[in-house]
């Protein structure tokens, strides 16, 4: 009897481990096309929602992705991005401007209907965008919730739970963000990237709320301001002159201003340039965030870029400057590019809070150090064509030395006569000084200049005046100033013949 008990005991024990083991191997079935539908709901929205749109005069972007917290980040490269809580997670929602469609621009600057028009459009415009990247992120889910069960399972019916399981997923991430959107977001922006340096550029944000016409009005501006820059810089007149000439592109003071990028690349392009020369001031306040986002729109200048540093710029901003391929950083070097020699040295000065100034007198000493180190180079180095400083008043110890001194700083298109066969040339701001020049009642034009060379003598036969207004205006202008042949002068010119200074 002892037998036939242990005998039944056993065969139930056999069973019931065969029966929860069959559970087991269900549960974990069942978790792991759980899990592989959320991976799948996941990637597919990531890889496939992203859509291309028009929105306005804008072309850009529009996808999802996971992100726990929810909302809308509108990417605004090289400025920053724009963070708003819209809505809960678990989906965000990425807006990418890409560039923006010159005519539309142009018809937007110029129809005095143009920014009512768009404002009453974009709303629709960004709703399709947003159900045609739902749409693709749906298709996507199945698609690789199918691919990704039949492979791991290698079983129809569960590859379909898989597939069926990712696009539910993806759909209450979708229906819960669509039942929690905050539109009262608009009023509570987060910056990062150089926004957060200029916030005024887009007003008060504590007073968002009880501002709102005002901030669409600004939103508006700010708009139509992109767009014109697009506009005009599609017509720039082509630089016409002896094609043998060198053309170097010489731009100053950017000052954080992401449309100066836009307009350096259209003319480097558009009059074959084959140098671009900066004398500096291309931050506000040479922070490392300033230096890592802003400048990588110089990677887009297809064009050998010098650089020297200026006051508004930090050690920082230098050594991030000398990582880029197409730049080339001058602090009391002379290099050769294009047939022509350069020297320059950097402003010795740090000063981006402007309430702290240094005495004149310390000032002046310091710059004209710096102007006799670069001056006693250039001797050495047997003479240099153009000389690039940040600081005016760092020019005088080059008389003599360099027939072409340029430099920036004062926001001011200058020549003058140095003595002794040089010329200083100071170009006006090309970032317009920077955004703040949105804010302000008397703003300046974006101002840039082409320098034409002879490729014999080195000496500069012309020289283009750009000026092109960086707000409502869609006004440009260009100046072109021909150097009678008495007055050209060369390297040479300055030299006893043997390479040597006099």
């Known amino acids: 009897m002892k037998r036939l008990a242990l005998a039944r005991g056993w065969i139930r024990a056999r069973r019931w481990t065969r029966r ?34 028009q929105i306005g005069p804008f072309a850009t972007t529009v996808g999802m992705h996971p992100e726990l917290g929810g909302g809308t980040k509108v990417e605004l490269a090289p400025l920053g991005n724009a963070r ?37 459009d974009i709303e629709g415009e960004l709703t399709a965008a947003v159900k045609t990247a739902v749409t693709a992120g749906l298709a996507g889910s199945l698609a690789l919730g199918l691919l990704l069960g039949g492979v791991v399972f290698r079983d129809r019916r ?29 009023s509570e922006p ?23 016409d005002e901030q669409l009005a600004n939103l508006q501006k700010f708009v139509t301001n992109v767009s014109g820059l697009y506009a005009t810089a599609t017509r720039l007149p082509m630089g016409q002159i002896d094609d043998d000439s060198v053309r170097v ?30 004398t500096g001031d291309i931050s506000d306040y040479g922070s490392e965030r300033e230096a890592e986002v802003y400048t990588k729109g110089v990677e887009n200048v ?26 080339t950083v001058l602090d009391d070097d002379v290099v050769e590019v294009a047939g022509l020699r350069f020297g320059g040295v950097a402003d010795p000065r740090f000063t981006p809070d402007k309430s702290a100034k240094p005495s004149s007198e310390y000032t002046q000493q310091i710059l004209l150090e710096s102007g006799d180190r670069l001056a006693e180079l250039i001797r050495r180095q047997g003479g240099a064509d153009v000389a690039m400083v940040h600081e005016p008043q760092m020019a005088p110890p080059l008389a ?47 101002e840039l200049e ?17 000026s092109v207004s960086a707000r409502d205006q869609t006004d440009i202008s260009l100046k072109r100033t021909v150097v009678p042949e008495d007055d050209r002068v060369a390297r040479t010119d300055l030299t006893d013949g043997d390479g040597e200074g006099d």
């Open 302 to 327: 297809d064009a050998p870029y010098l650089w020297v540093k200026g006051n508004h710029d930090s050690t920082t901003t230098q050594a991030v400057m000398g990582t880029y391929g197409n730049v």
């Open 20 to 53: 929860h083991r069959t559970s087991l191997r269900r549960t974990a079935v069942a978790v792991a096309v759980v899990a592989l539908a959320v991976v799948s709901a996941a990637v597919a929205t990531a890889a496939f929602s992203p859509t291309q749109a």
């Open 84 to 120: 708003f809580e819209s809505h809960s997670g678990p989906l965000g929602l990425t807006v990418s401007l890409d560039s923006v469609d010159p005519e539309s621009a142009q018809t937007l600057v110029t129809d005095p209907d143009g920014i009512s028009t768009v404002t009453r």
């Open 190 to 212: 987060t910056f990062d990237g150089s926004l957060v340096y200029v916030p005024g550029i887009v007003g008060d944000v504590q007073s968002l709320s009880d501002n709102y």
């Open 249 to 278: 592109l010489h731009v100053s003071d950017l000052h954080l201003n992401p449309l100066a990028w836009q307009l350096i690349e259209t003319v480097t392009e558009q009059f074959d340039i084959d140098v671009v020369v900066d």
């Open 158 to 186: 569960r590859a379909l739970a898989t597939g069926g399981l990712a696009v539910a997923v993806t759909l209450a991430a979708v229906l819960n963000a669509a039942g929690t959107v905050r539109p009262e977001s608009i």
């Open 400 to 446: 003599g030395e360099v027939p072409l001194v340029l430099a920036g700083h004062t926001h001011r298109s200058a020549v003058q006569d140095l003595g002794d066969g040089t010329t200083l040339m100071i170009t006006g701001s090309t970032g317009a000084a920077g955004l703040r020049n949105f804010e302000s009642s008397d703003p300046m034009n974006m």
């Open 450 to 466: 082409v320098l034409y060379f002879d490729p014999e003598s080195k000496a500069m036969r012309a020289y283009d005046t750009i």
